[in-house]
């Protein structure tokens, strides 16, 4: 069984720009939530979909925002980047909401801003 | 929301020595409790989970406590391993805790 993949593995974007990242969940999963990790805030949660709908939200500026598609895949988007959002972003899914259950991540999106 | 608080944030120990992380939490509805382990270049993977039902769940070499009471969970790696060198996560209800990067001396 395939695990989570997540595409681009590494991205370099200016401040300014705007980016896209997809991520493809285990087959069956119907839950797909990202987190954004740094060093110095760790792991982050940012929102949740289930069934193409956003379930969850973090606590993160309107500039980062995500969907989810009929078979499940996600991405996630990130407008006027700043320097801040250079981070690990990553991938999770699950078969249900995300809260209770178990996650299974991709190994994530390296992303520099420049 | 959840607070996940972890300690301690780094930990050394020498192999086939026992190592344990300690995570507290503040929401007394929650009801399960992960860990992860994340290697480098690579995301964390789940090594072992327990409910709220439960008061300890053990895998092999590695084990969970809980303690709903104090709202407290601990892992617990006896026998450590080279391989066990790695950060380990805790986390309840979407929030995770800092992390512990567990270094293990041959």
């Known amino acids: 069984k395939a695990g989570v993949t997540q595409t681009p593995r590494y991205l370099i974007k200016t401040r300014g720009q705007q980016v896209t990242l997809s991520c493809s969940p285990i087959?069956?999963?119907?839950?797909v939530s990202w987190y954004q990790q740094t060093p110095g805030q760790g792991l982050q949660f940012l929102f949740e979909y289930f069934s193409e709908t956003q379930r969850n939200k973090g606590n993160f500026p309107g500039r980062f925002s995500g969907r989810q598609f009929s078979n499940s895949r996600s991405e996630m988007n990130v407008s006027t980047l700043e320097l801040g959002d250079s981070a690990l972003y990553l991938c999770a899914s699950s078969l249900e909401f995300s809260a209770n259950e178990k996650l299974f991540f991709g190994s994530g999106t390296q992303l520099s801003v420049l | 929301g959840e607070n996940v608080e972890q300690h301690p944030s780094t930990l050394s120990v020498q192999e086939g020595d026992s190592a344990v992380i300690k995570c507290t939490y503040s929401?007394?509805?929650?009801?399960?409790f992960p860990w992860y382990k994340q290697e480098l270049g690579k995301g964390p993977q789940l090594i072992i989970d327990i409910r709220s039902n439960v008061g300890e769940k053990k895998d092999q070499r590695i084990a969970v406590t809980l303690n709903k009471t104090a709202k407290h969970f601990s892992l617990h790696i006896t026998e450590t391993q080279p391989e066990d060198s790695a950060v380990y996560f805790c986390a309840s209800k979407l929030s995770f805790g800092a992390g512990t990067t567990v270094t293990v001396r041959a």
């Open positions: 929401d007394s509805a929650s009801n399960y």
């Open positions: 087959s069956g999963h119907r839950s």
